[in-house]
């Protein structure tokens, strides 16, 4: 068997266990090839030649996740990923089993689940289109304030560096959004505008119900205009209905589609699976890659 480990040592506290994992995994005859990204190796140069491996093992953090798999999207070989970032809110969606042990027999046995990306496009400074993978979520408005505040304290603090960007933020600032999606035209104001592939985040809390990774919809939802403080119904709700089947999200309206164009009256910050961007055009268009992915998962997973 060949196994490609690509690893982000730059990833988060836990960015040593990828090795317990490698030794957990090796059993005679197989090839270990081990893959270093960061300042001397990109994610595309790591992936290069993906396919001539039998399995492909991805470690580091929900944004280099997001990077190395927006580079695997299509090619079909099986992938794990391996939680070695500060949140770790992919792999968590999946739900494998944690330990280094579990995770290395569930790579050896290889038993995949057909997952969606979205795909995000915005024009940058220079005017010139972008585009990224995206595998968990998105967005314009709140949420970029909170991922760029939290940035230079969250691989020290870990997830207390988010909740502490978030009080940082007591009046977030409101926008126009008009959004096109799948020929239907909606407009409102809100604090933000987030686009999710999958929406669990900590404590198991679904922040768009019914949002799955598998579905071929991408979920589009707007926050209401808010003080920080002002959102404690939405957090309330996620705590007692974390599925948010009952209570449902308060203060957000949401929709589901193939594919959105999203515009943003003024211009707020964005970003996607915790990596800023910026985006002074005010607009982003979302679109879902359906089963591009082939991801590795156990029984206990939420996609068995």
């Not at 007591?170 to 929406?199: K, R, S, W, Y």
């Amino acid at each position: 068997m060949r196994y490609l480990i690509v690893h982000n040592p730059a990833s988060g506290p836990s960015s040593d266990e990828i090795y317990a994992f490698a030794h957990a995994l090796a059993t005679p005859g197989d090839e270990i090839c081990f893959r270093l990204i960061g300042e001397g190796m990109e994610p595309e140069e790591a992936c290069a030649d993906v396919r001539a491996f039998d399995r492909v093992v991805v470690s580091g953090g929900d944004g280099t996740v997001s990077n190395v798999l927006d580079c695997l999207r299509g090619t079909h070989v099986p992938i794990l990923v391996f939680p070695s970032g500060t949140a770790n809110l992919f792999f968590n969606n999946i739900g494998n089993a944690p330990e280094a042990a579990a995770l290395a027999a569930a790579c050896r046995r290889g038993r995949c689940a057909s997952v969606d990306m979205g795909e995000l496009y915005w024009r940058d400074e220079a005017g010139d289109i972008q585009r990224h993978g995206f595998i968990i979520i998105a967005g314009s408005g709140f949420d970029a304030a909170i991922m760029e505040k939290a940035a230079p304290s969250k691989n020290e603090i870990g997830e207390i560096a988010y909740a502490l960007a978030a009080l940082s933020t007591p009046e977030p600032q409101v926008a126009h959004f008009t959004i096109e999606h799948d020929g239907v035209v909606d407009e409102l104001d809100g604090i933000g505008c987030m686009v999710g592939n999958t929406a669990v985040i900590q404590n198991d809390i679904n922040l768009f119900p019914d949002c799955r990774m598998d579905d071929g919809m991408i979920d589009i939802a707007v926050i209401e205009p808010a003080r920080t403080v002002e959102l404690l119904p939405t957090l309330l709700a996620g705590v007692f209905d974390p599925a948010g089947k009952g209570l449902g999200r308060p203060q957000f309206t949401t929709f589901q589609a193939k594919e959105a164009k999203i515009t943003c009256t003024p211009s707020l910050g964005m970003q996607f699976d915790g990596e800023v961007i910026p985006n002074n055009g005010g607009m982003f268009g979302a679109r879902v890659l359906p089963s591009c992915l082939d991801i590795i998962i156990d029984d206990f997973s939420k996609l068995a």
